[in-house]
């Protein structure tokens, strides 16, 4: 591991490489979720100093080789809350990334939001600005799930939000949904699943509720006071899921993302695929020919080095061939198509059964993965436990 002192953000393209994407963060909400462990802040006025600081990283990295040597395939907005930002704010931000990097004509722009912050005029602007797709962060549509979660919007805006969208020309609109909340049952689930279904969505992201250290979820829980539904019950929210949506035409195409064909989120799909990606921003992370590294995560020191002419980098690594390989592998797996022998073989000069050998096979054996048609994937029955079978391939 390298400090920043020792970074250079100069780099050689790798040939081979896939177009990359670039992200954006927003660390501010309007409040912080009791689940959340991402780097966010609360704040009521986002400080115009963080978006000046955001222009300035955007205009240098623009002028590196690496960047300028590439079509990006994707911009992703993402947060906290993005939209917690005026619309015309943040649509100037799109226009500099779009004006600043070489992007393909059909380049996916999506903008991440909160119910509660999106108007009709804001997200017209986001359209206008060149944004094609918006992900509102709903989680539940139930008042009274929303309230545990802490969740600062309710269903009413979430239905309001979505209108909002549709009359602004959005078409490709993702929900983000959350099952395993604590009080939640399997028919509240199916409750939340109906009404996204309603709104006709593009795209539904499908998570379980992850317990994270240092958040106030965990810490009910080391005190027995956070009560979560029990293995069954989560079991048959997972059957709902695929039963509901399947029926819907939202195809699994990853382990927690359901689309209708053609509505795959591109910018996902690059980082399962472990490709190429440029992060923007306090507490980004970019990974640029096997060299990944961190900005700064505390927006304020972000914004101040940025200011200064200085780079906000943390740390970062020059990554083996070997741990690109595995990266590859484990996040490839996540999808259901899985990882291609020839795309590996291609990239890294290696196949899974060549590097793993006795454990891929034990792993076949169990039932949990199978290699068909030149490529490893996850069975039905490894699905399920996906980060124990991952875990060993890491």
């Known amino acids: 591991m390298t400090g920043p002192?020792?970074?250079?953000?100069?780099?050689?393209?790798?040939?081979?490489?896939?177009?990359?994407?670039?992200?954006?963060?927003?660390?501010?909400?309007?409040?912080?979720?009791?689940?959340?462990?991402?780097?966010?802040?609360a704040c009521q006025a986002p400080p115009a100093a963080y978006l000046a600081a955001l222009a300035g990283q955007i205009?240098?990295?623009?002028?590196?080789?690496?960047?300028?040597?590439?079509?990006?395939?994707?911009?992703?907005?993402?947060?906290?809350?993005?939209?917690?930002?005026?619309?015309?704010?943040?649509?100037g931000l799109v226009g500099l990334c779009l004006k600043s990097f070489n992007f393909r004509e059909d380049a996916e722009i999506t903008v991440e939001a909160n119910p509660n912050t999106v108007t009709v005029e804001a997200l017209l602007a986001?359209?206008?600005?060149?944004?094609?797709?918006?992900?509102?962060?709903?989680?539940?549509?139930?008042?009274?799930?929303?309230?545990?979660?802490?969740?600062?919007?309710?269903?009413?805006?979430?239905?309001?939000?979505?209108?909002?969208?549709?009359?602004?020309?959005?078409?490709?609109?993702?929900?983000?949904?959350m099952y395993g909340l604590p009080g939640q049952s399997a028919a509240d689930w199916r409750d939340t699943l109906a009404s996204a279904l309603a709104h006709k969505p593009g795209h539904l992201a499908c998570y379980?509720?992850?317990?994270?250290?240092?958040?106030?979820?965990?810490?009910?829980?080391?005190?027995?006071?956070?009560?979560?539904?029990?293995?069954?019950?989560?079991?048959?929210?997972?059957?709902?899921?695929?039963?509901?949506?399947?029926?819907?035409?939202?195809?699994?195409?990853?382990?927690s993302n359901y689309a209708a064909p053609g509505r795959e989120c591109r910018h996902n799909l690059n980082y399962w695929r472990n490709g190429g990606y440029l992060g923007l921003g306090a507490g980004a992370v970019s990974c640029l020919s096997g060299f990944?590294?961190?900005?700064?995560?505390?927006?304020?020191?972000?914004?101040?080095?940025v200011q200064k002419g200085e780079l906000p980098l943390a740390e970062g690594e020059c990554l083996p061939l070997a741990a690109r390989f595995r990266e590859s592998v484990v996040m490839g797996l996540r999808l259901l198509e899985g990882v291609s022998f020839a795309r590996l073989q291609r990239q890294f000069g290696?196949?899974?059964?060549?590097?793993?050998?006795?454990?891929?096979?034990?792993?076949?054996?169990?039932?949990?993965?199978?290699?068909?048609?030149?490529?490893?994937?996850?069975?039905?029955?490894?699905?399920?436990?996906?980060?124990?079978?991952?875990?060993?391939?890491?």
């Open 5 to 41: 002192e020792s970074m250079s953000t100069d780099f050689t393209p790798t040939s081979g490489e896939e177009p990359p994407s670039l992200y954006l963060h927003i660390p501010f909400c309007r409040s912080r979720c009791a689940y959340c462990s991402f780097n966010s802040y």
């Open 59 to 91: 205009s240098h990295w623009a002028g590196k080789k690496w960047c300028r040597e590439r079509r990006f395939a994707s911009l992703f907005i993402g947060g906290g809350t993005p939209t917690i930002y005026k619309g015309s704010e943040l649509a």
């Open 126 to 177: 986001l359209r206008r600005a060149g944004v094609n797709r918006l992900s509102l962060g709903v989680q539940a549509f139930s008042d009274r799930l929303l309230a545990g979660l802490g969740r600062s919007h309710t269903v009413a805006e979430a239905h309001a939000a979505i209108d909002a969208a549709r009359r602004a020309g959005f078409a490709n609109i993702n929900l983000d949904l």
């Open 208 to 255: 379980e509720l992850t317990i994270e250290d240092g958040t106030p979820f965990a810490r009910l829980v080391e005190r027995g006071e956070l009560s979560l539904p029990g293995e069954g019950e989560a079991l048959a929210m997972v059957e709902l899921t695929h039963d509901l949506l399947a029926r819907a035409g939202l195809g699994r195409y990853e382990i």
């Open 292 to 305: 990944r590294f961190g900005t700064v995560a505390e927006p304020e020191e972000f914004a101040g080095l």
């Open 350 to 394: 290696l196949t899974p059964v060549g590097y793993y050998g006795k454990m891929l096979e034990d792993l076949c054996r169990q039932g949990l993965v199978e290699i068909s048609h030149d490529r490893l994937r996850l069975t039905r029955a490894g699905l399920p436990v996906a980060n124990q079978v991952l875990a060993r391939l890491v």
